[in-house]
């Protein structure tokens, strides 16, 4: 496998996005954009490894009483679909690079001014969604997340804290779900039709890599404050995302 340092820059992205309830897709499809992978590989690659990190901290999640199903099916129900239909649809890998480029920078923003300041424990009030809004916004996210190879957490999670949808927490949790069944989406979606072009040795390495790197963050994440990894996770999808435009633009 060429690039070994990529290995290291999975488990260090699964540790850092796991800590906060994501999957680190964005990141991931960043670092392999700047290989000049082929982008059917890049999209499968952060999908699967997206899995792989959610796992772990959505049952320390549920083990921990912070997921609320109640409120998480409304939105899923919807994204599954929409993210199996944006896999499906074919797209050149040109549109794909300025895509990605465009919704790290978008998701960056979002990060960074979509963070909550309170932690789980502080007390809000929180606003109530109906069906319809928790449906439209997980299906736009889904679709989206679908076409690039994201889970889609990094865009939920924000919307969630602006909505004040609940505790910061629970959102966490709720984005580890999402992301779940939406990169299991994804894949299925890419399935259909797969590229011959695939280095499954490296897709193995890199799973691998972000398995360890998602344990050790998913069980950081009950610890730590949640704001300041966030921020400088937007930091870094900001620069990923102008860097995978200057090179594909």
């Known amino acids: 496998m060429e690039h070994w340092e990529i290995i290291l820059f999975f488990l260090v992205i699964a540790f850092l996005y796991s800590s906060v309830g994501f999957g680190g897709g964005s990141s991931y499809l960043a670092v392999l954009a700047l290989y000049s992978l082929p982008y059917q590989e890049i999209r499968l690659t952060a999908l699967v490894c997206n899995v792989i990190v959610v796992v772990g901290g959505l049952y320390i999640y549920i083990k921990n009483g912070q997921v609320n199903w109640k409120k998480i099916i409304p939105i899923t129900i919807f994204s599954v679909p929409m993210a199996y239909f944006g896999a499906i649809l074919k797209i050149s890998q040109a549109t794909f690079f300025l895509l990605l480029g465009f919704t790290l920078i978008v998701a960056a923003v979002f990060l960074w001014f979509g963070t909550g300041t309170k932690t789980a424990n502080e007390k809000e009030d929180y606003r109530k969604t109906t069906i319809l809004e928790n449906g439209f916004l997980g299906g736009a996210i889904g679709f989206l997340s679908g076409l690039v190879g994201i889970g889609g957490g990094i865009f939920l999670s924000p919307m969630l804290n602006l909505m004040k949808w609940d505790t910061a927490k629970k959102i966490a949790a709720t984005s580890s779900f999402f992301i779940l069944v939406n990169s299991l989406s ?32 998913a069980r950081m994440s009950l610890k730590w404050n949640p704001l300041v990894i966030k921020r400088v996770t937007a ?5 990923a995302g102008i860097n995978v435009l200057v090179k594909y633009w």
């Open 186 to 217: 994804g894949i299925s979606g890419q399935l259909t039709n797969l590229s011959d072009k695939i280095d499954m040795y490296r897709v193995f390495c890199l799973c691998l890599s972000v398995f360890i790197g998602g344990q050790l963050g």
């Open 235 to 239: 930091v870094l999808v900001l620069v």
